[in-house]
């Protein structure tokens, strides 16, 4: 079992910055893969990054060059820095396990762990 603690959302203006944190549980953190998503009011949940257990980095397009995640192993944490923020980004940001994939995924349904979520509020 693992269990997902995300911190560090809250309100900034447009062209602000915040990184957001996941904590995990378990021992064997360094063999998932893990992932950000998020969700708007009335929207269905979107990809938004992905570091595999190897390292490698995935984003969706709408948030390459602007975020980026990173995780540290020995502190069973993964990070999404987040620059540049628009009002577009307003969502709830979840973290995310994949303890089955070989390879990392975009793809919600491939996660099998999830937080509770945090909220990002970006005003105009």
């Known amino acids: 079992q693992v269990q997902l603690v995300e911190s560090g959302g809250g309100l900034v203006q447009a062209g602000g910055s915040l990184r957001l944190s996941c904590a995990a549980s378990?021992?064997?953190?360094?063999?998932?893969?893990m992932g950000w998503f998020r969700q708007a009011p009335g929207k269905e949940r979107e990809f938004v990054a992905a570091?595999?257990?190897?390292?490698?980095?995935t984003y969706s397009d709408s948030v390459k060059g602007r975020f980026t995640i990173s995780r540290d192993n020995a502190k069973k944490l993964v990070y999404l820095q987040m620059n540049s923020l628009k009002p577009e980004d307003t969502a709830v940001y979840y973290c995310a396990a994949d303890s089955n994939s070989v390879n990392c995924s975009i793809y919600a349904k491939r996660y099998d762990y999830w937080g509770q979520g945090t909220q990002v509020t970006v005003s105009s």
């Open positions: 570091i595999a257990k190897s390292g490698g980095t």
């Open positions: 378990g021992r064997t953190f360094s063999s998932y893969h």
